[in-house]
Every structure is written in structure tokens, then in C-alpha cells.
């Protein structure tokens, strides 16, 4: 484990497979974060609006590349309406994905949000249509949404060096990393104390979600590695850091 100066704690270690280092961020994967999605989360709007629960998904979700495109075009195509509030729209505005002036691919957005998301009073109940309907038919979500919609609050970046090595680095995503000015999110959950609040460690709690981005073997050996600190003392996450300053 390794602090880079950044207040953080990081776990760094060659893939035994291919010319890969692995980065992870170990103080955000040890930490109490959950989501809080319809328990109090109130969204990223400029005006807080936990009744909405609309949660992190007011801007939509962008495509990732051309598996991502085929896949969450299929699980829409898979949808029926009793699962899907927005069916009937999404056959009228020529379906639920389409392509920006830039040429990304990214969901549409229905009054105020992706257009995968039903609302509250809907059959059955607010949150991701496509969410729902994995679970419902006892699959795994990450099969189902778009690959940015599983990852967060995990961040993949790959770094190819001139060499042809590659740095991947694992961490939490923060706020810039939405884009766009600063006033476009108004509230991110991995900066609020209000969201670390879970029994387990993320690395546990997340599982899946990682072993989807690195792989079993990768994964393992975090654990491994993880596990052997863990009766050491690690840095908390900041957001909980400075909830324990003297004074506050």
C-alpha cells in the first residue's frame, strides 16, 4: 500500500497475464460508502429533491463503445411496458438511445432525467427500468445497463505508455469527472457524509461490479492484499476524515 501525496491510499500490482500495472484506490474500496438511492439521496440537481428520486440520473447515461451500444439496445428491446414507464415514448421518438451533435451515443431524457428511469407511482415503483427488469428476472444488472450506469461509483482509466505497458487505474468517481462547468452536479454522494453508511467495505459490498471491471483473478488478489491491512490502520476517506476533525 502506497500514499501518493494525495491523501489517499493506493495498492499497485502487475497483472501475472499481460503487460498491465493495476492501480486501485484503497481508500475509497475500504470505505462505508453506499448508495443511498430512495433513502434520502437527493439527487445532483442544483435544487436538492429527494422525493424525485431521480438520484444521479438527471443528465442521462452516455454510451461507452459499440458493445456497450448493442447490449443496452437489446435489454431495451426486451422491455416491456409494464416494466418500462416511457415504452410508448421511446417507440414514438424512435427509440430510447440516439446520437449527439459531438456523436456519442447517450440515453434520451423525459422531464428531467433518462428516460430509462421510471418515477415514483409507477407499478413498479421508481428507479432504472432496466435495473429492475434484471433483477426481476433473476439476472445481473451489470447485463443489463449501460456500463457507466454499474461502474459508479467505480472509475476504469487505462494509461498505454509508449512501450505498449499499461497503467489501469481502479478509483472512486468524483465530481469533474462528469464534465461539463461546476455547477452542472450539484451534489455527488462519494463527497457527502450522508452516503457512508454501509456495514460492509466497498471491495465487498461491490464485488461483482469489480470482478466485472478487472477480472476474478485481479480481484482476488486485491482482496488478498486488502485483507492483509486490514488489521493495520488505513486512511479513512477523506469525506469521513474531515467529519472527525476537532471541532466539526
Not at 229 to 244: I, K
Request: charged share 30%.
Amino acid at each position: 500500500m502506497e500514499d501518493h501525496g494525495d491523501g489517499r491510499e493506493w495498492c499497485s500490482f502487475d497483472d501475472p497475464d499481460e503487460e498491465r500495472t493495476w492501480l486501485f484506490d484503497v481508500t475509497f474500496l475500504t470505505s462505508s460508502w453506499a448508495c443511498i438511492y430512495g433513502r434520502g439521496c437527493p439527487g445532483i440537481d442544483p435544487e436538492a429533491a429527494a422525493e424525485d428520486q431521480i438520484g444521479c440520473c438527471s443528465h442521462g447515461a452516455w454510451i461507452g463503445d459499440d458493445d456497450d451500444l448493442e447490449r443496452v439496445a437489446a435489454k431495451a428491446a426486451a422491455l416491456d411496458p409494464e416494466e418500462w414507464q416511457y415504452h410508448a415514448m421511446a417507440r414514438r421518438r424512435g427509440g430510447a438511445l440516439f446520437q449527439d451533435r459531438r456523436g456519442d451515443w447517450r440515453t434520451r431524457r423525459v422531464d428531467g432525467a433518462c428516460i430509462f428511469l421510471n418515477r415514483p407511482g409507477f407499478g413498479t415503483g421508481p428507479g432504472c427500468a432496466l435495473h429492475h427488469a434484471a433483477v426481476r428476472r433473476q439476472e445481473s444488472f451489470i447485463a443489463w445497463k449501460p456500463d457507466v450506469c454499474w461502474q459508479v461509483p467505480l472509475r476504469r482509466e487505462d494509461l498505454e505508455t509508449a512501450s505498449g505497458h499499461i497503467f489501469t487505474m481502479v478509483r472512486e468517481w468524483k465530481r469533474q469527472d462528469w464534465g461539463g462547468d461546476a455547477d452542472d452536479v450539484a451534489w455527488w454522494c462519494t463527497e457527502a457524509p450522508e452516503a457512508f453508511v454501509a456495514r460492509r467495505p466497498v471491495y465487498e459490498a461491490l464485488a461483482d461490479e469489480l470482478v466485472a471491471i478487472c477480472g476474478a483473478r485481479i480481484y482476488e488478489e486485491l482482496v488478498r492484499r486488502i485483507d492483509e491491512r486490514r488489521s493495520e490502520s488505513l486512511l479513512p476517506h477523506p469525506t469521513v476524515r474531515s467529519r472527525r476533525r476537532p471541532g466539526r
